[in-house]
């Protein structure tokens, strides 16, 4: 009997003892895997919510869920495109279920925070033209004045570097939709910033 | 060309020229190099041709820099790298 209760207390043990390798190994590869990504997802979430604080906190939860159905990425794919599909799915739960449309939610905040840090941005120095001068604000301004499906698309592809693969599957759309978006898109904001040019005195016309 | 499901299926042959709202149809794509190499042969044998797609073309790259260029990336606050790390090592 005595036998019996100590190789079961060994066995509690062994058991113990592989689960927290299991977890070691799982918290080393998260890390590894997924926190390289923190950056983008922040970028990501400020353009969704429009809001500093809920920017931090739909990271937050993102990570949180992705660490604990970390078991279900699969090695090998895009760990970056995976944590965006998370953090978007959180998003839409969150802030669309409490009907807190984004551009609504604290817009002098994010403008007072992109404004705040405007003066650290480094001047590209390409050659003189308009589009070269245009500073950060008016080109966050045009881009943020597209339809959001439109907006999306750009700031996937142009911004994150995802193929039309990864954000067809981020938005749930054919790649067909990626292409014909990316091209409204990139029309409207032409258009926008041509605008902005005139508005500056500059004649856009080649 | 027909796929099975009866539609008409976006192929170009690099010999045939392409019309202009094909290239726009391939416009994006052409910009963000996801085109298929025969695609890729014919969008450019058009765009040689009609300044119009060229300009477009030009217009849509330059757009593209742009917003590489010129949208602000930030770093994430270090009290949520730290969050996060700590929630990443417990157990869960």
Redesign the interface.
């Known amino acids: 009997m005595t036998t019996s209760s100590s190789q079961h207390k060994n066995t509690n043990t062994e058991k113990k003892t592989v689960l927290t390798a299991q977890?070691q190994q799982k918290?080393q590869e998260?890390?590894e895997e997924?926190?390289k990504h923190?950056?983008a997802?922040?970028?990501y979430a400020?353009h969704l919510t429009m809001n500093p604080d809920d920017a931090?906190d739909l990271?937050?939860e993102t990570?949180?869920k992705a660490?604990?159905f970390f078991d279900s990425f699969e090695k090998g794919t895009n760990c970056k495109a995976w944590l965006f599909k998370i953090l978007k799915n959180n998003y839409i739960n969150k802030f669309r279920k409490n009907a807190r449309e984004p551009g609504k939610v604290d817009y002098d905040l994010i403008k007072d925070f992109?404004h705040s840090?405007?003066d650290s941005?480094s001047d590209?120095g390409h050659d003189d033209t308009f589009?070269r001068s245009?500073?950060?604000d008016e080109?966050?301004q045009a881009?943020n004045s597209l339809p959001e499906e439109f907006k999306e698309v750009?700031q996937l592809?142009?911004?994150e570097g995802f193929?039309?693969e990864e954000i067809a599957n981020m938005v749930e759309s054919p790649i067909g939709t990626v292409?014909?978006r990316?091209?409204r898109g990139?029309?409207l904001?032409?258009n926008k910033?041509n605008d902005f040019a005139k508005k500056h005195g500059y004649n856009t016309d080649? | 060309m027909t796929d099975i499901s009866g539609f008409k299926k976006l192929t170009f042959e690099s010999t045939r020229t392409m019309n202009c709202t094909e290239a726009q149809t391939l416009m994006s794509a052409a910009v963000d190099g996801e085109l298929t190499l025969r695609e890729q042969q014919s969008f450019e044998k058009h765009i040689l041709e009609c300044k119009s797609c060229q300009h477009e073309f030009n217009e849509a790259k330059k757009t593209k820099s742009i917003i590489k260029e010129k949208i602000v990336r930030f770093k994430a606050p270090q009290s949520l790298v730290n969050t996060i790390l700590k929630l990443s090592s417990s157990p869960q």
């Open positions: 977890e918290q998260f890390q997924a926190l923190i950056n997802l922040y970028n400020l931090h990271v937050q990570y949180l660490y604990r992109y840090i405007k941005q590209s589009f245009l500073m950060h080109v966050y881009l750009i592809c142009d911004i193929t039309y292409r014909s990316l091209y990139r029309k904001l032409r910033l080649d």
